[in-house]
């Protein structure tokens, strides 16, 4: 079918039970695209079924379905009315204070994003079909048009990847990039290996660190339906005390992640550290499992011992990913940290659409230096990773 012939029909829906769950994952996660547990149907209703996502906290569910003139949805996007800009890792908090001390309206604004998840990926979801980037454009428009008929200040849409990048941004929407650290498979057979590819003094550097971590602890990986409720009880105390230490309140409730468990427990990955002494927990790390990356969500612990963070988070992670043959790790947003383990930094993607051309105008001038410098960082931190130079 061509795109003259195609026609489509908008709605908007307000809760995601309403979306057939097998036509949504359709889009979401095409047979032939790489596995995004976060644009999975389970996923995002979950977070709507247990009120983690809600009117109420902030994120109002408006998700944009596009059905064809048969009916058959080829086409969504999870977005949502935020009356704030928190859980989002795209921080626009500034713009907010700016526009405001203006005397305009920041919020609410729209967000096409999956909440509390800074990891890349699709936003406007259609099939790989050829008519796909037709359907993207109407979705695009639609979310434009919302914004500009309520008389929004501006749509986001966070976290995507470089082609929506290239192509919103010859739509005119402006473009913003950050930074994060991805560990990258490069066909590893063990950890070993990938230490063999470190300078010396910090492939040592590891080995001291996983050393000592390692003195007493007994990392376990927990997946399906191995991950208990009493896993999750321990697991959600260690949520609580790290989101209490970082942003004040935790996003997150206990019931979300019972029924992420009993949902998605196959692409859950649960590190959790015990003291050998006495087989008692004191760490605990959730990962989400792609099926080519392995993402790093949230950590906690009960009491501090050497490296135990680098142990539970990183390089737990990294045997994993080399154990499963998955081609990367994503570790979350920011932490300079990562760069001295082998985490690499690469650049994230974001782009918006702002209603007041003047404020527009003010913003782009602002993300045009903000680009060169974090394109300069990413050169910086780029010649100062732990691998080995070819002089070495």
């Not at 996007?77 to 907010?96: I, N, R, T």
């Not at 399906?224 to 609580?240: A, K, L, V």
């Not at 007041?356 to 910086?380: C, K, T």
Request: glycine fraction near 6%; aromatic fraction near 12%; proline fraction near 5%.
């Amino acid at each position: 079918m061509t795109d003259d012939e195609l026609t489509l029909s908008m709605r908007i829906e307000t809760s995601l039970s309403k979306v057939d769950r097998e036509a949504w994952n359709a889009i979401a996660n095409p047979a032939d695209l790489p596995y995004d547990p976060f644009l999975d149907w389970d996923f995002l209703q979950a977070l709507e079924e247990t009120e983690c996502v809600s009117p109420q906290t902030g994120w109002a569910p408006h998700h944009i379905i596009a059905q064809d003139q048969n009916g058959i949805i080829v086409g969504a996007c999870p977005m949502y009315l935020k009356s704030h800009s928190q859980g989002e890792f795209v921080f626009d908090h500034a713009w907010a204070d700016a526009f405001e001390r203006a005397g305009g309206q920041y919020y609410p604004k729209l967000l096409i994003a999956i909440p509390f998840t800074p990891v890349t990926g699709r936003r406007l979801l259609t099939s790989t079909a050829p008519s796909g980037q037709h359907i993207k454009d109407a979705l695009l428009q639609t979310a434009i048009q919302l914004t500009a008929t309520n008389k929004l200040s501006s749509l986001h849409l966070n976290f995507i990847d470089a082609l929506e990048y290239e192509h919103l941004g010859a739509q005119s929407l402006l473009q913003r990039t950050d930074q994060q650290f991805h560990w990258v498979n490069d066909n590893y057979k063990n950890f070993d290996a990938f230490l063999d590819v470190l300078a010396s003094r910090k492939r040592k550097n590891l080995r001291k660190e996983r050393a000592q971590a390692q003195d007493g602890i007994l990392y376990e990986h927990l997946t399906s339906d191995q991950i208990t409720s009493e896993h999750w009880d321990i697991f959600y105390q260690y949520y609580q005390d790290t989101g209490a230490r970082k942003w004040g309140s935790p996003y997150l409730n206990r019931a979300f992640f019972q029924l992420l468990g009993q949902r998605m427990g196959d692409k859950i990955l649960l590190v959790l550290a015990r003291d050998t002494e006495d087989n008692r927990p004191i760490a605990a790390a959730l990962n989400m499992i792609g099926s080519d990356t392995l993402y790093g969500r949230y950590w906690g612990c009960s009491e501090p011992r050497p490296c135990l963070h680098f142990e539970t988070c990183y390089y737990q992670a990294i045997d994993y990913a080399i154990a499963h043959n998955l081609k990367r790790v994503e570790a979350g947003a920011q932490g300079g940290h990562k760069l001295a383990r082998g985490y690499a930094p690469t650049p994230t993607y974001s782009a918006h659409w702002i209603a007041n051309q003047g404020f527009s105008d003010a913003i782009a001038q602002y993300l045009e230096h903000e680009r060169e410098q974090v394109e300069a960082d990413i050169e910086y931190l780029g010649q100062r990773t732990p691998f080995r130079k070819p002089e070495d």
